[in-house]
């Protein structure tokens, strides 16, 4: 059983360029999110989506796009990347409500933007 | 706006030994709260998940404790073991069911 998967699993870029990093499920999850996670800030909430056709944002989404494709799949996009958005990105995915909305959690793909 | 921190920063314990992890939110209107374990260099994995209106939740050598009113959790390790190296972290999920918001973890060695 494959989970969350991400791709790619590292990326270096150069200032202004763009790129779109990929997440998708096969556990059948409604909700899914987006996070970075930077030395001693914990994760930080980019995008969430609470169900297919469903867009939020969370608390520092600005730089970045998302789309939910589809229910297994929710691609983030750095329009014009900057150096303060070098970070490890993870996707994740949650049931329905009445399970709590307990996290799965993809490998994350570290991104350098120099 | 909801602020998780968690002390310590790191911890450092002789195998065998019981720990305890702390984890405090400034805003006890949460869903649940949730233990994370990641390896370095690797994503998170879910340890417990409590719910609001429970008090504690068990898993082997783990037990992880919810007071809302304190704005606190807790979570036990018992008789530590070297595998048990990684940082811990906890999130606290609104009451929309939608926000996590995480800790920044505490990075545990378990020394043979």
């Known amino acids: 059983n494959a989970g969350v998967t991400q791709t790619p699993k590292f990326q270096v870029l150069k200032t202004g360029q763009s790129m779109t990093l990929q997440c998708a499920q096969d556990m059948n999850h409604n909700s899914m999110y987006w996070y970075r996670q930077d030395p001693g800030m914990g994760l930080r909430l980019i995008y969430y989506?609470?169900?297919?056709?469903?867009?939020d944002k969370g608390e520092v989404p600005n730089g970045y796009n998302v789309s939910r494709l589809n229910k297994r799949e929710f691609s983030l996009r750095l329009e014009s990347a900057a150096p303060s958005q070098t970070s490890v990105y993870f996707c994740a995915s949650s049931p329905p409500g009445t399970g709590g909305y307990e996290q799965y959690f993809g490998p994350g793909t570290r991104l350098t933007v120099t | 706006k909801q602020e998780v921190t968690q002390i310590p920063a790191a911890l450092s314990v002789p195998e065998g030994e019981n720990l305890v992890l702390n984890c405090s939110f400034t805003?006890?209107?949460?869903?649940?709260l949730q233990w994370f374990r990641q390896d370095p260099g690797k994503g998170l994995t879910s340890l417990l998940l409590?719910?609001?209106?429970?008090r504690e939740q068990t898993s082997g050598r783990l037990n992880a404790s919810l007071d809302k009113s304190s704005g606190r959790s807790t979570l036990y390790i018992a008789a530590s073991q070297p595998g048990d190296s990684a940082t811990y972290l906890c999130?606290?999920?609104?009451?929309?069911?939608?926000?996590?918001?995480f800790g920044p973890g505490t990075r545990l060695s378990v020394l043979p």
């Open positions: 999130a606290a999920l609104d009451n929309y069911g939608q926000n996590f918001v």
């Open positions: 805003d006890s209107a949460i869903y649940n």
């Open positions: 409590i719910q609001s209106s429970q």
């Open positions: 989506s609470a169900s297919e056709g469903t867009t």
